[in-house]
T-cell receptor
Framework: EAGVTQFPSHSVIEKGQTVTLRCDPI?????LYWYRRVMGKEIKFLLH????????ESGMPNNRFLAERTGGTYSTLKVQPAELEDSGVYFC??????????FGPGTRLLVL | GENVEQHPSTLSVQEGDSAVIKCTYS??????FPWYKQELGKRPQLIID?????GEKKDQRIAVTLNKTAKHFSLHITETQPEDSAVYFC??????????FGSGTKLNVKP
């Protein structure tokens, strides 16, 4: 069984630019979560989809972040415009019925 | 909201020794406590978890204990091996919804 995949693995952009991160869940996983880890700190929750619906977006830092999950399959997380403090590792995790969360390898974002 | 604190931030042990990582949480409603291991350059992987109706759970060399009254839980690794070297994250959640993570413990097992 293929695991959660994320693309790209790394992204280096300049402040003010736009970046879109993608997460492909394990087939059949209806719950999808986005998390972020800023250098050396805890992994922080951003938002949670159940199928295509946003269940909880209380962790989204501000309106520069937009997450979508059209059709309830893959999800994208767009940051526009990016700021220096957006740098970090963005993880996607998916689960069936909200149970064990399986993590992707993460996208390492660096905003210069 | 929930706040999870994890200690120590780094831990160095000799191969064969035991390692203990401790976490505390603030929200008494939390009822699910997973532990993830992240090896260098790899994804976080679930290694063990415990629900609030259980006080202890063991899987080979790994065990987790939970004290609901004190709101703390711990990961115990016995007979450590070099391949146990990684960053370990504790987390707390309610009914498998979003997780609140600790800041991670970098474990180094010296051969």
């Amino acid at each position: 069984e293929a695991g959660v995949t994320q693309f790209p693995s790394h992204s280096v952009i300049e402040k003010g630019q736009t970046v879109t991160l993608r997460c492909d869940p394990i087939s059949g996983h209806d719950n999808l979560y986005w998390y972020r880890r800023v250098m050396g700190k805890e992994i922080k929750f951003l938002l949670h989809f159940v199928k295509e619906s946003k269940q909880d977006e209380s962790g989204m830092p501000n309106n520069r972040f937009l997450a979508e999950r059209t059709g309830g399959t893959y999800s994208t997380l767009k940051v526009q415009p990016a700021e220096l403090e957006d740098s970090g590792v963005y993880f996607c995790a998916t689960s069936i019925g909200g149970k064990t969360q399986y993590f992707g390898p993460g996208t390492r974002l660096l905003v210069l | 909201g929930e706040n999870v604190e994890q200690h120590p931030s780094t831990l160095s042990v000799q191969e064969g020794d035991s390692a203990v990582i401790k976490c505390t949480y603030s929200d008494s409603a939390s009822n699910y406590f997973p532990w993830y291991k992240q090896e260098l350059g790899k994804r976080p992987q679930l290694i063990i978890d415990i629900r609030s109706n259980v006080g202890e759970k063991k899987d080979q060399r790994i065990a987790v204990t939970l004290n609901k009254t004190a709101k703390h839980f711990s990961l115990h690794i016995t007979e450590t091996q070099p391949e146990d070297s990684a960053v370990y994250f504790c987390a707390a959640g309610y009914n498998f919804n979003k997780f609140y993570f600790g800041s991670g413990t970098k474990l180094n097992v010296k051969p």
